[in-house]
């Protein structure tokens, strides 16, 4: 079964310092999907980011990076020089590659970040 | 750009009524879904339909019926509320292929 973790409940940074957040995540499938998404206080989901399980080349934009490690089934998030408008809760989801549609999404439980000014 | 359309946003009902969640999305897409939101627990998937006439369960479907007769609309059914069911409820949409998820803006439902 599919499983997301993210240990970190809640975070609290001081404005312009860096942050990353934990993901780890299991599955029995070597075909599968990582995404992170973003609510911020006004509700809606936020897409940031999707890799898939070919793909492990670190991704960077703009503050944003991802660190994608398949031998220790991770997949973390570093914002760099965080800013207030980066407060939010932050979701990881993955699902697996049994068909042509993700059907099962599994999201961690979230990480709430805090930037304060 | 409408995207995902859910409504109500904010509903309040008494253990034991029934209501319907609506949810319509004008992108074509043959995969919608439905999410809880509960505290400290993420999204949790209540059912999925990856085209008209055709639904499945999620991890949490008690309590909730779905049908997909268009592909724009995927209506959750609420078929008798209990306190349990007072959560935050989205409605996604997405594409073959495992490409994002689009989301609607949630509806906010306590259930008394």
């Known amino acids: 079964a599919q499983k997301v973790t993210q240990a970190q409940t809640e975070i609290s940074v001081v404005e312009k310092e860096d942050v990353t957040l934990d993901c780890v995540y299991e599955?029995?499938?070597?075909?599968?999907?990582l995404f992170w998404y973003k609510q911020p206080p006004s509700g809606e989901l936020v897409f940031l980011i999707r890799?898939?399980?070919?793909?492990?080349q670190n991704e960077i934009s703009g503050r944003y990076s991802w660190n994608f490690q398949k031998s220790t089934s991770s997949f973390n998030f570093t914002i760099t020089a965080s800013q207030v408008v980066d407060s939010a809760v932050y979701f990881c989801?993955?699902?697996?590659?049994?068909?042509?549609?993700?059907?099962?999404?599994?999201f961690g439980p979230g990480t709430r970040l805090s930037v304060l000014p | 750009n409408a995207g995902v359309t859910q409504t109500p946003k904010f509903q309040v009902l008494k253990t034991g009524q029934s209501m319907t969640l609506q949810c319509a999305q004008d992108?074509?897409?043959?995969?919608m879904s439905w999410y809880r939101q509960d505290p400290g627990m993420g999204l949790r998937l209540i059912h999925y339909?990856?085209?008209?006439?055709?639904?499945d369960q999620g991890e949490v479907p008690n309590g909730y019926n779905v049908s997909r007769s268009t592909t724009e609309d995927f209506p959750l059914r609420l078929l008798s509320a209990a306190p349990s069911q007072t959560s935050v409820y989205f409605c996604?949409?997405?594409?073959?292929?495992?490409?994002?998820?689009?989301f609607g803006s949630g509806t906010q439902l306590s259930v008394l």
């Open positions: 996604a949409s997405g594409t073959r292929g495992y490409e994002k998820l689009f």
């Open positions: 599955t029995r499938d070597t075909t599968y999907y």
């Open positions: 890799r898939n399980s070919f793909d492990e």
């Open positions: 989801a993955l699902t697996e590659g049994m068909s042509d549609y993700g059907q099962n999404f599994v």
């Open positions: 992108m074509n897409h043959e995969y």
């Open positions: 339909s990856v085209g008209a006439g055709i639904t």
